[in-house]
């Protein structure tokens, strides 16, 4: 445009020795006023472009800053998720054992049961020709009881076992001799009547703990049971079977129970 108002003012400088008609004049004036009004609107879009310009360069500095700041957000959500799924992999890991274990576990209780139960059938079929006299075979918690009322094996306020008594325990020791992986553990229990004239004994803790280790002692030194499988304790009148302190409750009360549980070394390494 600059060039046209340049070549225009040539053009009439070159000619203003020419006498020029007033239409052609006025003609010349209007081109250089439109010429001029051109020029005038070219620089004004020319400002606005460079404002829009200017505009956008700093639009795309801050585009470019966000870029870079979601970009080091991604950065930061991945090295995230990898520590996320890292961890997920390990808790599955984890579990994935946690679950082996548990099946070894229920597989080893599952065992202990059928043991167990298998036990209890052996003891009924050995001990059944004593079961009217007060012998009874129970399971509870996973152990098996041979409950013999004080009446099968020994008289009254006594510690020494009868011939009957030891005919009962010589039916369960052959059956123990056959399961070595079961622990024995014999316990007195008396009534709650007290002890007179009984000599040496005292109450019913020296009672309930005498009769228990007559019993360990015939099953270790007459029927060989190893004594390390074996224990004897006194529980005196303090675990009743019925709290009614009838002369049937109490003969109830007074018992020898053996009870035999199965060993789970196995199931101990595992929770340890």
Excluded at 177 to 197: A, L, Y
């Amino acid at each position: 445009m600059k060039k046209l108002l340049i070549l225009f003012f040539g053009t009439v400088c070159l000619s203003s020795c020419i006498v020029l008609s007033p239409k052609k004049y006025k003609n010349l004036l209007a081109t250089r006023d439109s010429l001029s009004t051109a020029l005038n609107s070219a620089n004004t879009r020319i400002e606005s472009l460079e404002d829009e310009i200017l505009r956008l360069k700093s639009d795309t500095t801050l585009l470019h800053s966000q870029i870079a700041d979601l970009n080091s957000k991604v950065s930061g959500l991945n090295s995230n998720n990898a520590n996320l799924r890292a961890a997920s992999d390990k808790l599955s890991g984890d579990l994935k054992k946690r679950e082996a274990r548990l099946k070894e576990v229920e597989e080893i209780l599952r065992r202990r049961d059928a043991a167990t139960m298998e036990l209890k059938d052996k003891l009924q079929k050995a001990l059944l020709g004593f079961q009217q006299s007060g012998l009874t075979v129970e399971i509870r918690n996973g152990k098996v009881y041979v409950s013999l009322t004080d009446k099968l094996l020994f008289s009254s306020g006594s510690i020494v076992i009868d011939e009957k008594g030891k005919q009962a325990l010589a039916g369960l020791a052959t059956v123990l001799k056959t399961q070595p992986e079961i622990n024995v553990s014999v316990e007195g229990h008396t009534d709650n009547q007290k002890v007179v004239n009984l000599g040496q004994i005292k109450d019913n803790w020296d009672l309930s703990v005498l009769r228990a280790t007559s019993v360990v002692r015939y099953l270790t030194e007459v029927q060989k049971i190893e004594n390390n499988r074996i224990t004897a304790t006194g529980k005196g009148q303090y675990q009743p079977i019925e709290d009614a302190n009838t002369p049937e409750a109490r003969s109830r009360n007074r018992r020898i129970e053996i009870v035999l549980s199965p060993k789970l070394d196995e199931l101990y390494d595992l929770i340890k």
